[in-house]
């Protein structure tokens, strides 16, 4: 049987299972409020699909043999370590002897850490670290058990507090990758009906993956070993804790500070927290949803008496000199880029007191009119993938360029940077739509781009006794008349459902390639 406790604090969740062993060794649910814990005020519950469920859940039981195997007393891999004197804890060590040398430094941290005396539990670490070979790998555990003088409520309590969290930070600090953390807590209530005892065994993962959360694991195994001939009437042939043949030395009857192999375990726990590292969308946290209106149609569903008026895009002039390493704001009166936004193609001239193109004079410019005595000018539209007008990119000079050669590389150049600009500004745009659609489930539209009414492909010579040609690029580009904001209608509609089906595309996507990340790394971590 699933218990779930939820409570507010920080991010994660813990979820615990319990069950039963019967005398045929099958497990069974297991349901009875003394071994219930007393749930802490770190956990904030979360919602996990069925597919992670059932999967940590296979994961943590699968840990339970090696629990039980590694808790036993007359285990021959684990080697008694003579700790510091007068400590209480008691350690063990296991691995080969390549392992104890590579690990001799993390052997001795760990025996300083596990020497306090004032911790009424102690959970002690295992650490996997590589031989000097690069295709075998050597495993170093230590394992430390005290006994708890409490009720078995109390220590129970000690697990889900705030000792706990400060465990799962101190391992997922000392340990990158992932860690087979191996510990026993042994509680012993001193009656001479029962004993109790008390197993902890932590695995901890830690997950490269920016979108896979990092988790961690814990079971305990609660052993309640009962009187010898309550046992004897449950397991045949039961000879009592440490029955030794020939030797009954109460000395040798007496727990050395970890379970027996031979006491009946009465149930395990699974306990499991997630840490989330992304923040809750505002639907779970604040009870928000965000409303999807076309644009222009707010005004018709919520009537008011003001008037709505268009209001015209401003554009930002900036200037920079040879050699300064700012951008300068100018004002808007000094029409640097007027020209190129107001014929919305390339525009290239030596001279700008001789030049006049479709009406438009250059020589009324207070570029040129003005202390600049500008005479060269070149200018081009930024223009995207999609015909969006960005802005203009114009160079200008007081001295005349005579060289055709010199005219051509200008241009070549201009052409490039725009380019460039125009790339660098796309990329940015596509990183901020993907990131605004991974942080919220809604789509945020954008109003549809107005559709180009006219094509500039006509070279323009120049007029009233400019003897120069002015250099043009083909180009599609949007009609000016169609700017400024418009209640869409008909026609929006289709190309919102466009919109939608691409979208809801990329997010199945986007859903495939994480869940296939996560499988990697559960099969990894398996």
């Not at 920080?10 to 060794?25: H, I, K, M, N, Q």
């Amino acid at each position: 049987m699933r218990d779930d406790y939820i409570d507010d604090g920080d991010d994660g969740r813990v979820e615990d299972t319990e069950w039963e062993l019967d005398e045929a060794g099958t497990l069974e649910a297991l349901s009875f409020s003394s071994v219930h814990p007393v749930q802490g005020n770190y956990v904030m519950s979360f919602h996990m699909t069925e597919r992670e469920e059932s999967a940590l859940a296979q994961h943590a039981q699968a840990q339970l043999t090696s629990l039980l195997s590694e808790c036993e007393y007359n285990s021959p891999g684990w080697r008694r370590v003579r700790g510091k004197k007068g400590s209480r804890v008691k350690l063990w060590e296991k691995g080969s002897a390549s392992a104890l040398t590579q690990t001799s430094t993390e052997h001795k941290r760990l025996r300083r850490i596990a020497s306090p005396l004032d911790r009424p539990t102690w959970l002690a670490s295992s650490a996997a670290s590589s031989s000097s070979a690069p295709s075998m790998h050597a495993i170093y555990s230590v394992k430390s058990s005290i006994t708890v003088k409490a009720p078995l409520e109390s220590v129970l309590k000690t697990l889900d507090c705030s000792y706990a969290t400060s465990y799962r930070s101190f391992t997922k600090l000392m340990y990158q990758n992932l860690v087979a953390d191996t510990s026993v807590l042994f509680h012993n209530h001193q009656t001479p009906e029962m004993t109790e005892s008390l197993a902890v065994r932590w695995l901890v993962t830690r997950c490269q993956n920016p979108l896979v959360s990092d988790c961690d694991f814990c079971l305990v195994d609660y052993t309640k070993v009962h009187s010898i001939d309550e046992l004897s009437a449950v397991v045949g042939g039961y000879q009592g804790n440490n029955h030794n043949e020939g030797n009954n030395d109460a000395s040798t009857r007496a727990h050395d500070g970890l379970r027996d192999c031979e006491a009946l375990p009465v149930a395990y726990k699974i306990l499991r927290s997630i840490d989330t590292k992304f923040c809750p969308e505002l639907s779970s946290s604040h009870h928000l949803v965000r409303g999807a209106v076309p644009l222009g149609e707010g005004a018709s569903l919520s009537p008011s008496t003001k008037t709505v008026a268009s209001v015209p895009p401003t554009m930002t002039h900036y200037l920079k000199v040879m050699g300064g390493k700012k951008l300068m704001k100018v004002a808007s009166n000094m029409k640097c880029c007027e020209p190129v936004l107001h014929l919305l193609r390339p525009v290239v001239t030596r001279n700008t007191l001789t030049c006049r193109i479709e009406g438009y004079a250059f020589a009324d410019l207070p570029l040129v009119k003005g202390p600049q005595q500008v005479r060269f000018y070149a200018g081009i539209p930024l223009v995207d993938s999609k015909e969006r007008l960005l802005g203009a990119l114009v160079v200008c000079d007081s001295k005349f360029v005579e060289e055709e050669e010199e005219l051509m590389e200008c241009t070549e150049l201009l052409e490039s940077v725009a380019r460039a600009i125009v790339n660098r500004i796309e990329e940015r745009h596509e990183k901020n739509i993907l990131k605004s659609f991974m942080d919220t489930p809604l789509v945020r539209q954008s109003e549809p781009v107005a559709s180009s009414s006219r094509r500039h492909n006509v070279p323009v010579e120049g007029e009233e006794g400019d003897e120069e040609t002015v250099r043009t690029v083909p180009l599609s580009l949007p009609d000016t008349s169609r700017m400024a904001l418009h209640s869409p209608k008909a026609h929006s509609v289709e190309y919102y459902k466009r919109q939608m089906l691409r979208l809801v595309e990329q997010a199945n996507e986007t859903q495939d390639q994480v869940m296939q990340t996560i499988t990697h790394i559960q099969e990894v971590s398996y």
